[in-house]
C-alpha cells in the first residue's frame, strides 16, 4: 500500500470563494483559492465554518429558577451554527502560479449548508485542514473499484484525480444517488441502464475511467443500488485472476451492506465512513468508532473517526463485522 494515508500537516486558513455552482437540485460545488494550503490525500476533509466568520452567533437569555427560558423552534433554526462542519476534499490541484484549488460538495440540508449554498465568487470561507487520513492505494496493479452514494460520492471524485495522476488504469467508479436531480455528477452522456461502464461521467483532471451510474428509482443509469451494480459488475467481470479492490464512501446502511457483499464476494475493502464532528482535531470526542484491538481484552477499543480516519480497513471496523447468517 502506498502512504496515502499518512497524516498530513493541518493549517486554518481564509479562502477567497472562486466559484458556487449548482450541481444538482440541492447540492452545490464550491471551488476555493489559497495561496499555501498544504497537500492532502483522497479521503481526507475539511472543518468549515458555515457562517460569516464575523457574525454574533449567540444571544443573552434571561434564566432563573422563577422563569426558565421558552426557546421556540424559529429560535433554534435561526442561529448561526456555532461549530464547524466536516466535508469530504472532492479535488485540489494547484495552478502554474502557485495557487491552490480546494473543491467541496455540499447538500444543502440545514441552516449551515444553505449559507454555504448562497456563497458567491469572492466571498470569503473560513477552512481547516486537510484531516484525518485518507484511502490506502494497492502498490500492485489490482483492479480498483470506487463506489459512492450521494453524499459519499466526493472523496472518491478526488481519488480519481490522484489514481489518473499516478498512471493507474484499471480502475472503475460506480455513482449512485436515490434519484436523478440529486446526482451531485456532470454526466456526459447517457448512463447504461444494464450496469455497462461507460464514458459517461466527468471526473476531476479529465481522468478516462469508465463509470457505472445507479438511481434507486430508476431514473438515471441502472436501476437499483450501487451495491446491486457492484453485484451485477462482478457476475460479469470480477472474478479475474486479481481480485478487485473496493474503495466507498455513502451512508451508514450502504456501508454495510458494502462490507457484507464485499466479504461474500472476496473482495478487500477499505471505508470512509461518516460520522458527526464538533471539531476534527480529536479533542471532542464526538467521532468515536468501534475497531478491533487484539490487545484489548474485549478484543475492541474506541477510534476516533477524524483522527484515525475517517478511512478504515473493513474488517477493522467492529460494527461492519460479518452478521451470522448475512
Known amino acids: 500500500m502506498s502512504n496515502e494515508a499518512t497524516a498530513q500537516p493541518v493549517c486554518a486558513v481564509r479562502a477567497r470563494v472562486d466559484a458556487c455552482t449548482l450541481v444538482c437540485r440541492e447540492h452545490v460545488a464550491i471551488e476555493c483559492v489559497v495561496d499555501a494550503f498544504p497537500p492532502s490525500a483522497p479521503g481526507q476533509f475539511l472543518q468549515l465554518l458555515c457562517r460569516d466568520s464575523e457574525a454574533a452567533v449567540s444571544a443573552l437569555v434571561e434564566w432563573s429558577d422563577e422563569c426558565r427560558p421558552t426557546l421556540s423552534d424559529k429560535d433554534l433554526r435561526a442561529s448561526a451554527p456555532f461549530l464547524r462542519r466536516p466535508f469530504s476534499i472532492a479535488d485540489q490541484w494547484s495552478t502554474p502560479g502557485g495557487d491552490v484549488h480546494v473543491r467541496v460538495l455540499s447538500r444543502a440540508v440545514g441552516p449551515g449548508t444553505r449559507w454555504l449554498a448562497r456563497l458567491r465568487a469572492g466571498d470569503t470561507l473560513d477552512i ?51 434519484t436523478r436531480d440529486l446526482l451531485p455528477l456532470r454526466l456526459v452522456q447517457e448512463p447504461a441502464c444494464d450496469a455497462t461502464p461507460t464514458r459517461c461521467v466527468e471526473l476531476p483532471a479529465g481522468a478516462p ?35 478487485a479492490v473496493v474503495f466507498a464512501c455513502g451512508p451508514e446502511a450502504m456501508l454495510k451492506a458494502v462490507a457484507r457483499t464485499t466479504r461474500a464476494l472476496g473482495l478487500s475493502c477499505q471505508l470512509c465512513i461518516e460520522r458527526q464532528m464538533g471539531c476534527g482535531l480529536g479533542t471532542c470526542l ?39 447468517g448475512a
Open 128 to 178: 481547516t485542514g486537510p484531516l484525518g487520513r485518507g484511502f490506502r492505494i494497492p502498490t500492485d496493479d489490482a483492479p480498483l473499484f470506487l463506489l459512492g452514494g450521494g453524499v459519499g460520492i466526493p472523496p472518491l471524485l478526488y481519488l480519481a484525480r490522484r489514481l489518473h495522476e499516478l498512471g493507474r488504469r484499471n480502475v472503475l467508479v460506480c455513482f449512485g444517488a436515490r
Open 209 to 243: 475511467y469508465s463509470a457505472i451510474v445507479a438511481g434507486d428509482d430508476g431514473s438515471v443509469g441502472w436501476r437499483g443500488s450501487v451495491v446491486d451494480a457492484l453485484r451485477a459488475w462482478h457476475a460479469r467481470h470480477g472474478r479475474g485472476d486479481h481480485p
Open 286 to 324: 464526538s467521532c468515536v468508532v468501534r475497531v478491533r484491538d487484539a490487545v484489548q481484552p474485549t478484543g475492541w477499543r474506541w477510534a476516533l473517526a477524524c483522527q484515525d480516519g475517517p478511512v478504515f480497513d473493513r474488517d477493522d471496523l467492529l460494527d461492519y463485522a460479518a452478521v451470522p
